[in-house]
């Protein structure tokens, strides 16, 4: 080993055995193909100079390090890769600084990394950790790669713990195995944070991913991936960082991304967008799809319906939401108080009612704002009659809230003119009672009020001149109507306020959103 490092080859104790080889079996490794943890950190810290025309590099495949590698707070120069090895111990490497560290396919009891530096890659690929992770504060200099990775919690039911933790490029998760939880409270990542045909699990009464403030300057991926099972000597799989597109390779299958436990990305900024493309979240009841005040210019929504929990987007700023109409849960499983979008672009058959029930899913109580803004997005997209239909379906709703009186009154502004919001509806109301009149006081001519001044008698002046408030056709004041056309005259002038004064509010009201 002294020399391959010296030389910058591989150090292989494998034996060619796939069997005997694999460090998750639970066959023993014996002496043979051991190698203690004092001598690795003494040729990491101390090592000795490369060859002529060599890079000094540790290199191992198929070694089994035994008692525990320790190298907090020191400083690592040579580039170190290890391949199908397994540790005794847990690693402890806090506050170490590193150029390139790579583990592929090992098996660690624990890895003990806050406050971590490297200057280019982190990699542990397909490895398995007993015991978690810890990442707090890391600094990562290039890319962060853990795809294919299975951690089992620590003792408090955390598997990753990586709050606070800068990767200056991608930290590509892919096809991860958690079953705990996925702490990156207040990380950054400078391109892209893929999880692509993950499965996150909580345990212990925490979330599966609890992620608040997190940064992302691109794209937070949380979709299917493709894969065909097979596995390079690197540890990755061919498919690896493909996305979900619909179109699959042959021999492949698609791989959902799955949660099951709580997700919480509140306060989250991220750069090009959240796509949740075929995702699955299996919530308990009391558990939540946490959304709140989200800063993205797209957001994906076209997971499958949770059967369970909730989906918050209090708060949010979105520009674009991309949307089914199968994925949003029914009433009481959705809240959006306060969302702010300015495009809608379903995917799919996505009619207005299904969008109504939508809006009304989210609020069990009547509020105006979700409607007003579903209107004012759908006004701004030449939608305008669906436009007036939303608000007129939020006129519904709040009549709904409002006293026997009022409620009356709501009902006969939304049966004569729809709060004004159908402004055909009253033209032919008024044509009709028009009619009416002008036919009933054809045939009961009043009498005038003085027979030597009048106009000439026309009933159909007449009638819409009681019709029509305030506009004076010159008709009414010189007829005394009796009896049943006194009445009439009376139906008339009632009707013609109430009419009038829905179609003037409505139209204000039309203005004013205007």
């Not at 998760?173 to 699990?201: C, D, H, M």
Request: net charge neutral; glycine share 10%; proline share 7%.
């Amino acid at each position: 080993m002294w020399q391959a490092f010296r030389n910058g080859s591989t150090y292989d104790l494998s034996t060619s055995d796939p069997l005997l080889d694999d460090p998750f079996s639970d066959i023993p490794w014996g002496t043979d193909r051991s190698v203690r943890a004092r001598v690795m950190a003494l040729l990491l810290l101390s090592g000795p100079p490369a060859l002529p025309g060599r890079v000094a590099a540790l290199k191992l495949r198929g070694v089994q390090i035994t008692g525990t590698l320790n190298l907090a707070g020191g400083t690592i120069a040579p580039y170190v890769e290890l391949n199908h090895c397994r540790f005794e111990n847990e690693v402890v490497l806090p506050e170490s600084h590193w150029t390139t560290l790579r583990m592929a396919a090992c098996a660690i009891p624990r890895l003990e990394a806050a406050r971590l530096h490297t200057e280019g890659d982190l990699h542990l690929p397909r490895c398995r950790v007993a015991q978690g992770i810890r990442l707090t504060d890391a600094q990562i200099g290039t890319d962060l790669l853990i795809s294919q990775i299975e951690v089992r919690p620590d003792r408090i039911g955390v598997a990753i713990a990586a709050d606070g933790m800068c990767v200056a490029q991608d930290l590509q998760a892919e096809q991860i195995e958690t079953y705990g939880e996925v702490s990156l409270r207040g990380a950054k990542v400078g391109v892209s944070l893929s999880l692509r045909g993950s499965r996150l699990r909580s345990a212990r009464d925490r979330r599966a991913l609890n992620a608040p403030r997190l940064t992302v300057e691109r794209t937070l991926h949380m979709t299917g991936a493709w894969t065909s099972g097979e596995v390079e000597e690197d540890g990755s799989t061919p498919p690896y960082g493909v996305a979900y597109d619909g179109t699959p390779a042959r021999g492949t299958r698609l791989r959902p991304f799955e949660c099951r436990g709580g997700v919480r990305l509140d306060d989250g900024r991220f750069g090009d967008a959240v796509d949740l493309d075929g995702a699955r979240f299996f919530l308990a009841p009391t558990e939540e799809l946490s959304l709140r005040r989200i800063v993205t210019p797209e957001l994906r929504f076209k997971c499958e319906r949770a059967e369970e929990g909730r989906v918050v987007l209090s708060g949010a700023k979105i520009v674009t939401l991309v949307d089914m109409s199968t994925s949003w849960p029914g009433p009481g499983g959705l809240a959006m108080g306060g969302l702010v979008y300015e495009n809608l672009v379903p995917f799919g058959h996505f009619p207005l009612d299904r969008r109504l029930e939508w809006v009304a899913a989210a609020t069990p109580e009547y509020a105006p704002e979700p409607y007003e803004r579903l209107a004012q997005v759908l006004r701004a997209g030449g939608e305008d009659a669906d436009a007036r239909e939303v608000l007129l379906a939020k006129q519904r709703r709040r009549r709904e809230t409002l006293p026997l009186a009022a409620k009356l009154w709501g009902y006969l502004q939304d049966w004569t003119v729809a709060y004004g919001y159908r402004p055909g509806r009253a033209a032919l109301w008024m044509a009709v009672l028009w009619g009416a009149g002008t036919i009933g006081f054809s045939r009961y001519a009043p009498p005038p009020m003085q027979s030597a001044q009048h106009p000439q008698w026309n009933p159909a002046l007449y009638a819409l001149d009681l019709l029509v408030p305030v506009v004076n056709l010159g008709q009414d004041g010189y007829w005394r109507p009796e009896g049943v056309g006194q009445w009439a005259a009376a139906a008339l002038i009632v009707l013609g306020w109430i009419l009038a004064t829905t179609v003037a509010t409505g139209t204000s009201r039309l203005l004013r959103r205007d």
